[in-house]
């Protein structure tokens, strides 16, 4: 028997080594990185270990502008996109006519390349010398005056970039939300409503907490998409993002790698383990909280 | 609560949209219930039984006719207004609730002056669960009970808010056979003791006849008879009726009647006068072609018995003996008769000779499989 201890090994061995070297070194490479002071690409030396990376990332203004606009952008899109697709879903729901066509008008954003909706929101948004865009013909007619959305103030570009995240988010989030919506037994609403249950109350003790599963995963890949956003800022604000001021953390790493100011793989380490710190605390929070109100 | 159904009638469009012609689910029902009694609808899957149980709930809306409780027209009344408790086949008990927060969830949606307190709910949902034996479960989840459980807490769900009348959609189908048999006189027991109407669905003959007052056998959407149960198994009105109800099923022969005899095959098997309109039909020389239906306990063997059988052979089940045999005239495969144990010595052999009971014995027009009415002679 003492053979077979080791064949189970041996069956495992192809996918440890696939994993051992691009998943679990380049990971533990980073954490290497993100200590090494001074690290040079070139020469692959570097003057010594300590917290001097952390320091300067934190430090850095461009960074803190990316953490504040990768937060804003977290707490407002990810509420706004899951209760917008919990909204439409349910109004999918109860139309019977034309229901096929509304959902295919919904999932379209997911099939659409995210450059090509850039520039469609460009379309929408941009000021040219020939044009205001969309927007600012509307808000002109109103009686506003135009905004500069996409070169003007923060406000604007952030208030671009939110809806241009929650339109891009939404036609997962409304999938899923409508097949949990159709999963829910037609038995437990005809019950409900032999008893003279109001439908508000339809919703909330018994829709509610029968797709509250499907709810938490929507907000917690939501929260995590969101703290990974980095290509939809790209498509409407393009690569220069930290004069834009809208750059996300996301954006800082592959900038201080890759970008103009390129070539710190220790700063850039230093950043992406400061977001996972990030990431993995809110997520541990949002299962704290789930625990007492998702109902498997 | 009385419950009167007026020429109700439900047709739901035809799935297969080729077809124009409506599916007619239940067609021209009339019957009354009286306050307090238990009813069984009975009949084979998809008679329109459900229907009719949803019909009166008011889930669905009947598309002619009128529906009464007591003496007022509920028929546009919808669901949540009419104050009826339904358990669904599958129990739809909410799964993320426990089995309090389930029985309370009906007394959470009354308003106004009837509002009550959590203490009020509670003390009524503990009453109720008291009368159907799972006091010790309150605190659990739907999950965590067995079928036999999860169905009583669908019936107190259905008994908190003290309704009219109580529906229920083939409450024992999900329950295993054991189960089903305690379950069905526990459902006799809380309907006695509420003195609620209560009218149950079921397929399955032997349980609507174990326990309901009334039984109303249909098939595709028509009521076949109404009647207490016993009535319907002695005197069924045709050849659906006797042939759906009585386990081992009723023994159906060709044969005719001849001269004031019962003839199957070339055996004139029973000495008859024919009542009615038959009656006056055989007293010319003709000879009239009937179906004969005969209860298996309508069977007495007797060595100068006139039915002659070809003995196939012989079941023990202890407190009566199955005789199984065979007739050329006989319509499906075997004849099955129930026969007490102590009579059964003295059978053997090739050929088994009958007597038969009279009054277990059915004969129903050739065609119209309607039953003819006859004394025997």
């Not at chain 1, 070539?263 to 007492?292: D, E, H, K, Q, W």
């Not at chain 2, 009286?34 to 019909?55: R, V």
């Not at chain 2, 159906?252 to 055996?267: A, K, L, P, S, Y």
């Not at chain 2, 009579?343 to 007597?355: A, H, N, S």
């Amino acid at each position: 028997m003492k053979q077979s201890k080791y064949k189970g090994w041996l069956y495992l061995l192809p996918a440890i080594l696939f994993l051992g070297i691009f998943m679990v070194y380049p990971l533990i490479d980073v954490v290497v990185y993100s200590f090494e002071e001074g690290y040079n690409f070139v020469s692959q030396t570097s003057n010594g270990t300590g917290l001097y990376n952390y320091r300067y990332v934190l430090r850095d203004p461009y960074f803190v502008q990316a953490l504040k606009n990768t937060f804003v952008l977290v707490i407002i899109t990810v509420p706004v996109s899951t209760g917008l697709a919990l909204l439409i879903s349910l109004a999918l729901s109860s139309v019977k006519p034309l229901r096929n066509l509304f959902q295919t008008v919904y999932f379209l954003p997911y099939v659409t390349n995210t450059l090509a909706v850039g520039l469609v929101f460009m379309v929408l948004f941009k000021k040219t010398e020939y044009t205001d865009g969309m927007v600012n013909l509307l808000i002109r007619f109103f009686g506003g005056s135009s905004v500069d959305f996409i070169d003007g103030p923060h406000w604007a570009k952030m208030l671009v970039m939110c809806i241009y995240t929650v339109w891009i988010v939404l036609p997962f989030k409304i999938l899923i939300l409508t097949s949990a919506l159709a999963s829910v037994k037609e038995d437990y609403y005809r019950a409900a409503r032999v008893d003279g249950t109001r439908p508000s109350r339809i919703f909330y003790r018994i829709t509610l907490p029968m797709i509250s599963p499907m709810i938490f995963y929507l907000i917690i890949t939501g929260f995590i998409g969101a703290f990974k956003a980095y290509s939809d800022e790209v498509a409407l604000f393009g690569t220069d993002l930290n004069s834009a001021g809208m750059n996300t953390m996301v954006g800082y790493i592959y900038d201080m790698l890759y970008g103009n100011s390129g070539g710190y793989p220790s700063f850039a380490s230093a950043a992406a383990l400061i977001l996972f710190a990030v990431v993995f605390t809110i997520t541990c929070i949002n299962l704290m909280v789930s625990r007492n109100n998702v109902h498997y | 609560m009385k419950i009167t159904l007026d020429h109700v009638t439900k047709r739901f469009p035809n799935r297969n949209k080729k077809i124009h012609e409506d599916v007619i689910a239940v067609n021209d029902f009339t019957f009354e219930i009286l306050d307090g009694k238990l009813i069984g609808l009975l009949g084979p899957s998809g008679c329109g039984k459900s229907t009719t149980l949803n019909l009166i709930s008011g889930l669905e809306m009947p598309s002619a006719g009128r529906i009464f409780f007591g003496d007022t027209d509920v028929t546009n009344l919808p669901a949540e207004n009419r104050g009826v408790g339904l358990v669904f086949q599958n129990y739809a008990l909410y799964p993320h609730l426990t089995v309090m927060d389930n029985i309370t969830f009906p007394l959470g949606n009354l308003r106004g002056a009837e509002k009550l307190t959590k203490e009020q709910m509670r003390a009524k949902a503990t009453e109720v669960a008291k009368l159907v034996q799972i006091g010790e479960l309150m605190e659990r989840r739907p999950s965590e009970l067995s079928g036999g459980q999860q169905q009583r807490v669908a019936i107190a769900r259905a008994l908190v808010k003290m309704p009219s009348v109580l529906l229920l959609d083939e409450p024992l189908s999900n329950l295993d056979a054991r189960l089903r048999l305690q379950t069905r006189e526990e459902l006799a027991r809380i309907q006695r003791e509420t003195g609620i109407t209560t009218i149950f669905v079921t397929h399955d003959q032997e349980e609507a006849m174990s326990i309901s007052d009334l039984i109303v056998v249909m098939k595709d959407g028509v009521i076949h008879q109404i009647g207490k149960p016993q009535e319907v198994y002695d005197s069924p009105c045709n050849l659906f009726v006797a042939k759906f109800l009585g386990t081992p099923p009723i023994n159906v022969f060709e044969g005719c009647v001849r001269n004031g005899q019962v003839f199957i095959g070339e055996e004139a098997v029973l000495d008859v006068k024919l009542t009615g309109d038959a009656g006056a039909a055989d007293s010319g020389d003709g000879s009239l072609p009937v179906w004969i239906g005969i209860r298996p306990e309508g069977f007495v063997p007797a060595n100068d018995g006139r039915l002659t059988c070809a003995l196939s052979k012989i079941e023990v089940m202890g407190r009566d003996t199955s005789v199984v045999s065979t007739h050329p005239s006989f319509v499906g495969t075997t004849i099955r008769s129930i026969i007490p144990s102590e009579d059964v010595t003295g059978i053997g052999g090739e050929i088994v000779r009958f007597r038969l009971k009279p009054s277990k014995v059915c004969l129903f027009d050739k065609t119209t499989e309607k039953t003819i009415g006859f004394e025997a002679r």
